[in-house]
């Protein structure tokens, strides 16, 4: 084996080491996941809804990738950075580090307001929504229900979206209109085979 990669995988394994290098790959894992997600995600939108030449949707797409890859990496550096530093002075209980520290970095990276971070915070809330309903079932502050609530529940959501969209498209966020826009608008609108099966029309 080569002296070089002994030296650093000796470096990489050493417990000593952990701790900070666990931060350092955090960082990395951060901004891989953040532009995985939001490239694909920022390519569909310059294809379906984006009708700028494509020098522009190019920039779009590295724009908007660059800063879910930056904020995502820049939150799990901090944030296992912040831990370790409450776990080895305050001694704090690990519900409370987790959250105190979560609390900490995600306001410090995530306090502007701008369509990457909604996003995020949105997806998020999502999840921690149904997390939160479970939890309370674990703990026995709301019922074991034995029927299936997920057709309710996605009954409930698509009638709601639906109504804010006829009736009050101003409270939607913008990219889900543009996509209501897109399902439930454009598909009114054709005046050949072209832009029937092909191509929509503009409007």
Not at 30 to 43: E, M, N, P, Q, W
Not at 183 to 191: A, I, M, P, T
């Amino acid at each position: 084996m080569s002296i070089i990669p002994y030296v650093v995988n000796s470096f990489l394994n050493e417990p000593s080491h952990h701790a900070t290098l666990a931060t350092i790959k955090g960082l990395r894992q951060g901004i891989v996941y953040g532009a995985k997600v939001r490239f694909a995600h920022s390519l569909v939108q310059a294809i379906l809804f984006r009708r700028e030449p494509w020098p522009q949707r190019i920039r779009f797409i590295i724009r908007m990738t660059y800063l879910h890859a930056k904020h995502l990496g820049l939150f799990v550096f901090c944030y296992k950075t912040l831990r370790t530093i409450v776990a080895s002075v305050f001694g704090i209980s690990k519900p409370w580090r987790a959250f105190i520290c979560a609390f900490i970095v995600g306001y410090v990276i995530f306090n502007e307001h701008n369509s990457v971070n909604e996003q995020i915070i949105l997806y998020l809330l999502a999840r921690i929504t149904v997390g939160f309903a479970r939890y309370a079932q674990k703990r026995s502050w709301l019922p074991q229900i034995r029927q299936p609530v997920f057709p309710w529940f996605a009954a409930f959501v698509w009638g709601v979206v639906l109504w804010l969209y006829e009736c009050h498209r101003e409270t939607l966020q913008p990219s889900l209109t543009r996509s209501m826009v897109y399902l439930y608008e454009n598909s009114d609108r054709w005046s050949s085979w072209r832009n029937f099966l092909i191509r929509d029309s503009r409007p």
